[in-house]
């Protein structure tokens, strides 16, 4: 209701004075609106403070919030609006009055693939801070909170706050290359904390709980082959569960408190029995550990008896989503190299299949003609997967690179040069993007 909106507005107002509101009106628009240009957010920006500053004035007509934010969403409708453009606008702008603007209000891009801010040296930081302190600083939480627009409020908040504070420090003082060395050191927790966040919040976005937690489970099973789905299922239950709680929480701590649970969880579970992970638990500092787990490489695939097939009684039955999940599994640590954004694909199309079957007149027919579909079309795409990505991890580029064109070529006797150029710099793209770690979920589900 419009009260309550007002009320809300004009209590953090108060609370936070204009200058730490517009601090944080800067970080939330420029988050949500993460594809709109540094002036598109400055226009909305003075708007929405000149807004409270006017309305939560004391003694302000109870109206004049109300009257200036439908003006505002009037403005937003215009074809020469100077606000950020969003494919959604015109669906919103068919409606009137307060639904109007509570569909405005709920408008967001998507979330860069890949975080863009690049952290000038020292001596640029500085000469821009000298310059023009307010511009520099609106600009650096512009292109820092929609470059990491995923990362929950509160992170972006704090770490853009101790970031502008080292500028601000180390470019008057007398030694700032000392300084700036101390000042990193001291922000090194957070700086990870702003990364990982957003990596973890973009998978959650992009996948949403049940979805999260298969994609955490496979990448364990690939990091610790020689580990059971019973020891991984928890640990991926506990890391969706994080992402639900933390990734739009306005709890100051929630997901660095999370995190450094979940992170001691999974060394407790498996520091004890594999290589890799005893190494990255090692560290004193949680974060850096949990930031080495999600960098690790996928280990050799294990020697391990036949895949696990679950039956089409088990496929239909009130555990079939669980025993598919052990299936998809078995299958990602006997690949370790396969992206995730294969096996997203992958849990995808499990669902449809056990959705489309079980509720068919002969489930066990059409489960089995899927079977004989899937051995043949299937296996030997992800086998290709699979090693594309393997060659990617053990060789530098410019070999991968080359062994790829001789591969594609024998493959491909008949292919002009033209179209194995093409092929090539497909595969490249795709291994160079989808085959890391940290790949973005939704430009890679594309690319598979």
């Not at 930031?291 to 020697?303: H, K, N, S, T, V």
Request: with cysteine; hydrophobic share 35%; aromatic share 8%.
């Amino acid at each position: 209701g419009k009260a309550y909106v007002r009320e809300k507005v004009c209590q953090e107002y108060r609370m936070l004075g204009k200058e730490n509101f517009r601090t944080l009106t800067i970080i939330a628009n420029s988050r949500k609106y993460s594809n709109g240009t540094f002036e598109e957010i400055g226009h909305l920006v003075r708007e929405i403070v000149s807004l409270a500053e006017t309305c939560c004035a004391h003694g302000a007509d109870p109206s004049c919030y109300d009257a200036g934010s439908t003006a505002l969403s009037i403005k937003s409708c215009q074809a020469d609006s100077p606000f950020p453009a969003h494919p959604g606008t015109a669906e919103c702008c068919a409606h009137e009055g307060l639904e109007r603007k509570l569909c405005l209000a709920a408008l967001r891009h998507p979330p860069q693939p890949l975080p863009r801010y690049l952290q000038p040296s020292d001596k640029e930081l500085c000469q821009a801070f000298r310059q023009d302190p307010r511009e520099f600083a609106d600009r650096f939480l512009y292109e820092y909170s929609s470059s990491y627009s995923q990362a929950p409020l509160p992170v972006l908040v704090g770490s853009t706050r101790t970031f502008l504070s080292m500028v601000s420090t180390c470019c008057i003082s007398s030694a700032p290359t000392p300084c700036f060395l101390k000042e990193k050191m001291e922000r090194k927790a957070l700086s990870l904390l702003t990364l990982t966040s957003n990596r973890i919040c973009s998978r959650f976005s992009a996948y949403g709980k049940d979805k999260v937690s298969f994609s955490y489970l496979t990448s364990l099973a690939q990091k610790a082959p020689g580990a059971s789905f019973e020891e991984l299922l928890p640990l991926a239950e506990d890391a969706a569960e994080l992402s639900a709680q933390c990734c739009d929480s306005l709890a100051e701590d929630c997901m660095q408190k999370r995190l450094l649970e979940h992170t001691t969880k999974v060394c407790t579970a498996l520091s004890g029995r594999d290589g890799p992970f005893a190494d990255c638990c090692r560290g004193k500092n949680l974060m850096e550990n949990h930031f080495c787990i999600l960098a690790m490489l996928p280990a050799p695939a294990p020697q391990v008896p036949g895949v696990y097939e679950p039956t089409n009684k088990e496929l239909c039955g009130k555990d079939g989503a669980l025993h598919a999940t052990r299936f998809l599994f078995e299958l990602a640590r006997r690949h370790p190299c396969l992206p995730d954004a294969v096996l997203a694909k992958l849990y995808d199309s499990s669902g449809k299949i056990r959705e489309g079957c079980c509720s068919s007149k002969d489930p066990s027919a059409c489960l089995d003609s899927k079977r004989k579909r899937i051995q043949a079309e299937l296996f030997p795409f992800l086998e290709k997967a699979h090693q594309l990505c393997g060659m990617y991890h053990k060789l530098p580029f410019l070999d991968f690179k080359k062994k790829l064109r001789e591969s594609l070529a024998q493959a491909e006797p008949e292919a002009g040069s033209e179209h194995l150029e093409q092929l090539l710099e497909q595969r490249v793209s795709f291994a160079s993007t989808c085959c890391l770690p940290d790949a973005p979920p939704l430009l890679c589900a594309s690319k598979v």
